[in-house]
């Protein structure tokens, strides 16, 4: 949780140095993220949205290339081989009927893997979610769904969302199980979630992890020009790092010592991470093959100049 | 040491206003703390050191500054105060220029020496541009070097050469249609504006080939039809009237219209209804020198031989003359394109004159075996092709029509009644 902070803030400040482009930073939901992904078993296939670091870093999917997504680079959006994932999903909600799909997959082939996915508060409004929902119910297909619901979708407010008084009811007009998590405390969220996954066998599960986004919807957005100050530091009293902090140094299991040390080695891992992005070095053949049939001259003379440009090695 | 500059931190963001530093002049900071607060339309950003060190501070407060504007360096103090002021000041232009532009007033002795400063330059910039814009920069006949790039690390952007085009007073309009080849052949190619005559039949056929089509061809014997314009031909001949085998094929075709009405018609795809055309103008394709044209008989069924020989004379030669009349060339419910006249072919595949049903091929009359019973003869055979609209009709439609035409052609009496 502290390691995906620290490299969401990391990535933050690389944005602002334009050494990024736009950027979805996770500040405040690292509970509902790791505690959700930590309950996965090796076999489960987490779906994202794009507000995910921290599944994505509990998941062991290359951090450096989660960056280089970030920096603009499509490669960093391939998901490697060993990693059980789909690509990052930035229209709001389409990644819920591939969740359904998936799942169902699944359980035709007779796999006991878990699909886990994940959307905002927003994304519930979409026909996607509830039609994922319905099929994902009709089918019984292992689908854990889990509604990050960070209280805002950019400048919309939960309670303009939706009528509902929960977003975990909306799984009762599916026929599904509906659980409201407190999206801030880890725990909590990896017990829902296991409970989940191992039900995921009799049907799907939807979860909403109460959360809140403390930071900017991106870079692009500037949340003081919609939410009050007085909102943002009551939150920012349940960060779910700092209760987990708090529990963790009641049971004696840490001390500034130990933070400080954990702190001085993510600032390690970080830089690596952020030097391998940044050593990435394109490969601009495929904006020329793959537009005609055949390769035009003018193309492959392009291509040729392309390659010999220090341009991509910059 | 490292350059701070302000960055598009939102999403195509240009300019923003530098609110407040965050940090003083010589202060020392680490890395990812935050320097200045910039104001855009999108947000109030920090913008964060990239490295530990001395700063080194480049603008003042309250100030407006454009994406790619230094604000300030960090490093050693060594390296500071060795690469310090002049940079600093040369980097103040664009917010000044900005000013200008803001006042109204053209910086136009910046302008004027610009680009032979530049050209100067082109020998060793590398110029930085997305293919694209290259292109662009080639077909409105723009060195791109001398263009002044205001993309990250002085690109070259599309704006910037379409600016520099106005500016100089190029025409900026972009032509629609262009060919890969012409970049390669400059010089060896000639670009031709079609005719009236040709921009009405590209239209047309552009039109036509809107018509979902098919064809049909067949071969007549045209025997006896040949022996008859060789007997009519000189009384003909005597009233001025040269005949050809054209006159008879119209009737034949009339004859065949009103037997198979469905052929004189056009589609109304708007409603989905066939307006059925109960009179019989026959549209014929002729070759002007500036391109086809279609004269059209009017009232074919009610005109004789001889008067229908004769229009198509006169027709003919207002359209070699080029006197002919829009009138003489519209309202035709029916065509008939004689390729045969042209002087070779065996068969081809018309386009239907929209927007009509069908159109006629007819071609050149050949001597060709021709089995009569056991007997091979030499036989004068004229091959037709039809193409027509296979939403009004289908292809027996096509077939009982074409049969019906060969059947007129080949029928003595009915060459006797009209000879």
Same mark, same amino acid.
């Given at each position: 949780m502290v390691l995906t902070r620290a490299y969401d803030n990391k990535i933050l400040s690389l944005q602002r140095q334009g050494r990024t482009a736009t950027f979805a930073p996770g500040f405040g939901e690292e509970a509902a993220q790791v505690g959700s992904a930590s309950a996965m078993r090796p076999n489960d296939i987490f779906v994202p949205a794009f507000r995910q670091s921290g599944v994505y870093l509990t998941r062991g999917f290359p951090m450096d290339l989660y960056l280089l997504y970030w920096i603009g680079y499509e490669e960093g959006n391939v998901v490697p081989e060993n990693v059980r994932g789909m690509p990052m999903a930035v229209p709001v909600s389409t990644q819920m009927p591939h969740a359904a799909g998936i799942a169902y997959a699944q359980k035709y082939k007779g796999s006991d893997s878990a699909v886990v996915a994940y959307v905002g508060d927003g994304g519930t409004s979409e026909g996607d979610f509830a039609e994922a929902l319905n099929l994902a119910g009709v089918w019984k297909a292992p689908l854990v769904a889990i509604i990050q619901n960070n209280q805002w979708a950019i400048s919309m407010p939960r309670k303009k969302q939706s009528a509902a008084e929960t977003l975990a009811q909306k799984a009762f007009a599916a026929g599904i199980n509906g659980v409201q998590v407190d999206g801030n405390d880890?725990? =909590?969220?990896? *017990?829902?979630?296991? %409970?989940?996954? &191992?039900?995921?066998? !009799?049907?799907?599960?939807?979860?909403?992890?109460?959360?809140?986004?403390?930071?900017?919807?991106?870079?692009?957005?500037?949340?003081?020009?919609?939410?009050?100050?007085?909102?943002?530091?009551?939150?920012?009293?349940?960060?779910?790092?700092?209760?987990?902090?708090?529990?963790?140094?009641?049971?004696?299991?840490?001390?500034? =010592?130990?933070? *400080?040390?954990?702190? %001085?080695?993510? &600032?390690?891992?970080? !830089?690596?991470?952020?030097?391998?992005?940044?050593?990435?070095?394109?490969?601009?053949?495929?904006?020329?093959?793959?537009?005609?049939?055949?390769?035009?001259?003018?193309?492959?003379?392009?291509?040729?100049?392309?390659?010999?440009?220090?341009?991509?090695?910059? | 040491m490292k350059e701070?500059?302000?960055?598009?931190?939102?999403?195509?963001?240009?300019?923003?206003?530098?609110?407040?530093?965050?940090?003083?002049?010589?202060?020392?900071?680490?890395?990812?703390?935050?320097?200045?607060?910039?104001?855009?339309?999108?947000?109030?950003?920090?913008?964060?050191?990239?490295?530990?060190?001395?700063?080194?501070?480049?603008?003042?407060?309250?100030?407006?500054?454009?994406?790619?504007?230094?604000?300030?360096?960090?490093?050693?103090?060594?390296?500071?105060?060795?690469?310090?002021?002049?940079?600093?000041?040369?980097?103040?232009?664009?917010?000044?220029?900005?000013?200008?532009?803001?006042?109204?007033?053209?910086?136009?002795?910046?302008?004027?020496?610009?680009?032979?400063?530049?050209?100067?330059?082109?020998?060793?910039?590398?110029?930085?541009?997305?293919?694209?814009?290259?292109?662009?920069?080639?077909?409105?006949?723009?060195?791109?070097?001398?263009?002044?790039?205001?993309?990250?690390?002085?690109?070259?952007?599309?704006?910037?050469?379409?600016?520099?085009?106005?500016?100089?007073?190029?025409?900026?309009?972009?032509?629609?249609?262009?060919?890969?080849?012409?970049?390669?052949?400059?010089?060896?190619?000639?670009?031709?504006?079609?005719?009236?005559?040709?921009?009405?039949?590209?239209?047309?056929?552009?039109?036509?080939?809107?018509?979902?089509?098919?064809?049909?061809?067949?071969?007549?014997?045209?025997?006896?039809?040949s022996s008859m314009v060789q007997k009519e031909k000189e009384k003909m001949q005597k009233l001025g009237i040269k005949l050809t085998f054209l006159p008879f094929i119209i009737k034949a075709v009339v004859e065949a219209l009103k037997e198979y009405p469905r052929f004189n018609a056009s589609y109304d795809h708007e409603k989905g209804e066939i307006i059925q055309k109960k009179y019989y103008n026959i549209g014929l394709a002729a070759e002007a020198p500036d391109g086809l044209k279609v004269i059209v008989i009017k009232n074919a069924d009610r005109k004789s031989i001889s008067q229908i020989a004769k229009e198509v004379r006169e027709l003919g030669d207002k359209v070699r003359n080029q006197t002919i009349s829009i009138e003489e060339m519209r309202d035709s419910t029916f065509t008939i394109t004689n390729i045969g006249s042209l002087g070779?072919?065996?068969?081809?595949?018309?386009?239907?004159?929209?927007?009509?049903?069908?159109?006629?091929?007819?071609?050149?009359?050949?001597?060709?075996?021709?089995?009569?019973?056991?007997?091979?003869?030499?036989?004068?055979?004229?091959?037709?092709?039809?193409?027509f609209d296979h939403r009004v009709v289908d292809g027996a439609d096509a077939v009982l029509f074409c049969n019906a035409v060969i059947r007129y052609i080949e029928d003595p009496n009915f060459l006797e009644m009209l000879g």
């Open positions: 880890v725990v =909590a969220v990896y *017990k829902a979630t296991r %409970e989940a996954i &191992s039900n995921a066998r !009799d049907g799907p599960t939807l979860i909403e992890c109460v959360t809140y986004r403390m930071g900017m919807h991106t870079t692009s957005d500037d949340p003081t020009k919609y939410r009050s100050d007085e909102e943002t530091a009551a939150w920012a009293k349940k960060d779910p790092i700092l209760r987990v902090k708090a529990y963790l140094e009641g049971k004696g299991l840490l001390s500034d =010592a130990i933070d *400080k040390e954990i702190e %001085e080695g993510n &600032s390690k891992i970080i !830089d690596s991470w952020v030097e391998k992005a940044e050593s990435f070095k394109p490969d601009p053949t495929s904006m020329f093959t793959n537009v005609y049939s055949f390769m035009p001259e003018i193309l492959s003379a392009e291509l040729e100049e392309s390659k010999a440009s220090d341009f991509w090695q910059g | 701070i500059k302000f960055v598009d931190i939102g999403e195509g963001i240009t300019e923003g206003h530098l609110h407040k530093w965050l940090v003083k002049d010589g202060d020392t900071v680490k890395e990812d703390q935050s320097l200045a607060q910039i104001e855009t339309d999108k947000a109030v950003v920090n913008v964060p050191s990239p490295i530990s060190g001395t700063i080194k501070l480049l603008i003042k407060e309250d100030q407006n500054v454009k994406v790619g504007d230094l604000l300030a360096y960090v490093g050693e103090p060594a390296e500071l105060s060795a690469a310090g002021a002049p940079q600093a000041v040369q980097k103040q232009q664009p917010a000044s220029q900005l000013n200008a532009v803001a006042a109204g007033i053209a910086p136009e002795t910046q302008r004027a020496s610009k680009p032979e400063a530049a050209a100067s330059a082109t020998q060793q910039k590398e110029v930085l541009a997305t293919p694209s814009v290259r292109k662009l920069a080639r077909e409105l006949n723009i060195d791109i070097s001398i263009v002044t790039g205001t993309g990250p690390s002085g690109r070259v952007l599309e704006n910037d050469v379409r600016s520099y085009a106005m500016k100089s007073g190029h025409p900026s309009a972009m032509p629609k249609f262009s060919e890969v080849t012409e970049e390669k052949h400059a010089g060896e190619i000639e670009r031709i504006p079609l005719s009236q005559t040709r921009k009405a039949i590209a239209k047309n056929m552009e039109l036509s080939w809107t018509i979902p089509r098919a064809s049909h061809m067949d071969i007549a014997n045209a025997t006896s039809l070779g072919g065996f068969l081809s595949v018309p386009m239907i004159n929209y927007p009509e049903v069908a159109i006629l091929g007819v071609h050149l009359v050949r001597e060709m075996p021709v089995v009569q019973g056991d007997m091979v003869k030499v036989g004068k055979i004229l091959p037709l092709s039809l193409t």
